[in-house]
Nanobody, 115 residues
């Protein structure tokens, strides 16, 4: 059974930083695109950032310059470093592993940014 284990969410004031981690197995980490999505209350789940097995990455315009996604190959972990957080960044953040039509999801971690 594929597991994506997320950690690092929490409560922070606007302008602060948080670091989210997603750990998985090597068979997933080495062959799947890894991504972070978020879902605000009453909104659709949206892509935040994606990183491919070769290390190339994309971040959405709404977080560009503030969020960074990276891979830590030694422990099969994907990191989302979030800085200059805004109230609009509040939501449940989900780790995703994708390869073609196959998707795996983590359980989600809550990020709350207060003004």
């Amino acid at each position: 059974q594929v597991q994506l284990v997320e950690s690092g969410g929490g409560f922070v004031q606007a302008g602060g930083s948080l670091r989210l981690s997603c750990a998985t197995s090597g068979s997933i980490f080495n062959y799947y695109n890894m991504a972070w999505y978020r879902q605000a209350p009453g909104e659709k789940r949206e892509l935040v950032a994606l990183i491919r097995p070769d290390g190339t990455a994309n971040v959405e315009d709404s977080v560009k310059g503030r969020f960074t996604i990276s891979r830590h190959n030694a422990n099969n972990t994907v990191i989302l470093q979030m800085t200059s957080l805004k109230v609009d960044d509040t939501g449940v953040y989900f780790c995703n592993a994708n390869r073609g039509v196959v998707d795996f999801w983590g359980q989600g971690t809550q990020v709350t940014v207060s003004s």
